[in-house]
């Protein structure tokens, strides 16, 4: 009797969950506009509705996004909801090239976005580089019952703001050079909700009260830290995963992460307080005041009451966020494995004196002539093998429900914010690269001596999951997913530059499912015809393996890399 009570209670849940859902229907009309965002620079950027900063989306766990696009530009566009998995509809992912052709110049479309997960997630441009002109947005997607008690939350998107336009930027970083370096590093302003970070408004708190603070990294290139001295910040979310509270001092943020904190507040409004939100790049040289950048923000506790200033210990001293070390609520242990793929991000020197990057074999480029979404949907029995989508999709083809291990390691001095569309990740083991295996540039004389000490570290008991996790240098990450989500995602670095350079690599999931349970909506395919791009087929439009027609996959400079001295 009791189980017949059970079902029927859960019954009764759904139907309510679902009375309660609803369709929230958003209008973006993407444009050029002017704008001075960072109080130096009046430049264009691309902006929605005629204006810039882009006002954060709300929807609640059922609901679903009709997010509707008209593209005011003069080159296409795509919007791609960063974390949501797109289960069934991968044809949704706005992936520019991988699961759609761009909406043209002067046409609409409308996303239908399914709001099965909750949490912290942005939209933003897929295409083109328009997210690093402006075209980003937060997406947040409320818990109808949260896992978590709290009195009220708030939201910091926090950006990287640079003077000069994406396209131009991203043709300079392609472009070659004399010496086969990329271009000397420029220094971005902080924007934090969308406007000049030393413009940062109050957040107030009540004695005793506990906040939920969400923050996203929107930045193209660069970390952010968020602190608020004399606080300790519970985490319980990274990337819309809830998770077991996880105590520190501060949130550090690769470009796309997120998480959900709790601050309690002290039981007095003796003092008010300064949260510390600072932009920074370790790859680039440190410049008092360029790199790293901080802006500070006042915690009102009371209108009349003093700030206490709280000295800021060496960063090192400090704890931050760590994804090893969390645990997913209502998770488990890692999932055994069927098979195991090694991926190393390298760099990749051309014999035209380019610098570009690999992931898998050469550098990564989107498809030029169909998107890969479609070749996969066309291609029969021939999707199942990558050689169909072209050398340089780099596509790992992924059979259905295929338990996997990625062992993936960087082998040079950059750190690597990877993010993979649609397929949550098991973050199990990190750890230090061989160093044998080490690349360093020609002509620089650097010795195993001279790397960071690296602890191998594992959490197989229950990992955290995530969409987007760091690389840093000379480090490893193993991950594990099941191909569980028909579709074609991209698995990129969300350094702007890397990904245009080519950091990334295609995960083809089931496509003999996908041939069978979706369909591409006719409007997608007439977008494609307009712009007179191919909607089936191989990479290059033909059947089976003919791709004549495609671009040859550029040449390496032999000798360009060195490997580590191990004296």
């Not at 909750?118 to 409320?142: E, F, K, M």
């Not at 902080?190 to 408004?201: E, H, V």
């Not at 499912?513 to 977008?527: A, C, K, N």
Request: glycine share 8%; net charge negative.
């Amino acid at each position: 009797m009791s189980s017949i009570l059970g079902v029927l209670a859960l019954l009764l849940l759904c139907l309510v969950q679902s009375s309660l859902a609803e369709y929230v229907r958003v209008d973006w009309d993407v444009g050029y506009v002017q704008v001075n965002r960072d109080g130096y620079i009046n430049r264009r950027a691309i902006g929605v509705n005629g204006a810039l900063p882009i006002a954060p989306v709300y929807m609640y766990h059922g609901d679903t996004l009709l997010l509707t696009v008209r593209n005011s530009l003069d080159m296409a566009t795509t919007i791609h909801a960063h974390g949501l998995y797109q289960n069934g509809s991968a044809y949704m992912d706005g992936a520019g090239m991988v699961t759609q052709c761009g909406i043209p110049p002067g046409e609409s479309f409308t996303y239908r976005i399914y709001a099965e997960q909750v949490g912290t997630y942005w939209l933003h441009g897929h295409y083109h580089s328009q997210n690093a002109d402006g075209l980003r947005a937060p997406l947040i997607i409320q818990e109808r019952r949260p896992a978590y008690e709290y009195d009220e939350e708030m939201l910091f998107y926090l950006e990287d703001w640079y003077p000069t336009e994406a396209v131009p930027k991203m043709k300079e970083v392609l472009a070659p050079s004399a010496n086969g370096l990329p271009p000397p590093p420029t220094f971005p302003y902080g924007l934090i909700n969308g406007y000049n970070g030393n413009d940062t408004k109050p957040i107030r708190f009540r004695p005793g009260g506990r906040y939920r603070i969400r923050v996203i990294n929107m930045a193209t290139t660069e970390w952010w830290k968020f602190t608020i001295p004399g606080h300790k910040l519970e985490v319980i979310e990274a990337d819309g995963v809830v998770s077991h509270p996880h105590v520190v001092d501060g949130l550090d943020l690769a470009p796309g992460q997120r998480y959900s904190a709790i601050v309690t507040a002290h039981d007095t409004a003796e003092f008010n307080y300064m949260y510390n939100c600072t932009l920074y790049a370790d790859f680039v040289p440190w410049i008092p005041g360029m790199n790293p950048r901080h802006y500070l923000g006042l915690v009102e506790y009371h209108p009349d009451a003093p700030v206490k200033h709280i000295a800021t210990p060496d960063d090192r001293l400090l704890k931050w966020t760590n994804d090893i070390e969390m645990r997913a609520l209502g998770g488990g242990p890692a999932m055994p494995v069927d098979r195991y793929i090694e991926l190393t991000t390298r760099g990749y020197v051309t014999t035209d004196r380019r610098n570009l990057r690999e992931l898998g074999t050469v550098p990564y480029v989107e498809p030029q002539k169909v998107p890969t979404l479609f070749t996969a949907m066309s291609m029969g029995e021939l999707a199942s093998d990558p050689r169909v989508y072209g050398p340089q999709s780099q596509a790992i083809v992924i059979p259905h429900n295929q338990r996997v291990e990625i062992l993936l390691k960087n082998v040079q001095s950059l750190p690597h914010p990877m993010h993979q569309h649609s397929v949550p990740l098991q973050i199990v083991e990190r750890g230090p690269v061989d160093p044998s295996e080490i690349e360093i540039a020609r002509g620089i004389n650097v010795s195993a001596s001279d790397l960071p000490r690296i602890t191998r570290r594992t959490n197989y008991e229950n990992p955290m999951l995530r969409d987007t996790f760091n690389v840093p240098p000379f480090e490893y990450v193993k991950l594990r997913f099941q191909g569980t989500v028909p579709g074609c995602f991209v698995h990129h670095c969300h350094v702007q530059t890397h990904f245009v350079a080519g950091l990334a690599a295609t995960f083809v999931v089931a496509p003999e499912v996908m041939q069978r349970t979706q369909r591409i909506p006719d409007e997608m395919l007439s977008m494609c015809a307009r712009q007179g791009l191919k909607t089936e087929g191989n990479a290059m439009g033909n059947w089976g393996y003919d791709l004549e027609g495609l671009p040859p996959v550029p040449t390496e400079q032999p000798g360009s890399f060195q490997t580590l001295s191990l004296d």
